[in-house]
């Protein structure tokens, strides 16, 4: 290529890479708000007892309590997932 040439080298490498990005952006976006959402709901799923407390899970939708010993919560954060909640009994 002479060095007089008035032909940008980068002209088409440039509008490649726009279309490209162009393309990219609504999955950039779709996957930015599912990591969102998710974290949401993660956030949500965690509930508290005081240490003075006990608790049951029980099912915000369904109503049903998980009545096994071995899923009594003592007090602290925990994963319960969400819809749960829990029965407070004090010590």
């Known amino acids: ?48 007892l005081e240490p003075t407390e006990f608790g049951l899970v029980a099912n915000s939708i369904t109503g049903r309590v998980d009545l096994d010993p071995k899923h009594v919560y003592e007090g602290g954060r925990h994963f319960i997932w969400l819809a749960h909640h829990f029965l407070v009994f004090p010590r």
Do not use: I, K
């Open 1 to 48: 290529m002479p060095l007089g040439d008035d032909d940008d080298c980068c002209t088409d490498c440039d509008q490649g890479g726009l279309a490209r990005a162009a393309e990219r952006r609504p999955a950039t976006c779709c996957s930015l708000a599912a990591f969102l959402v998710s974290l949401l709901l993660f956030a949500m799923s965690w509930d508290t």
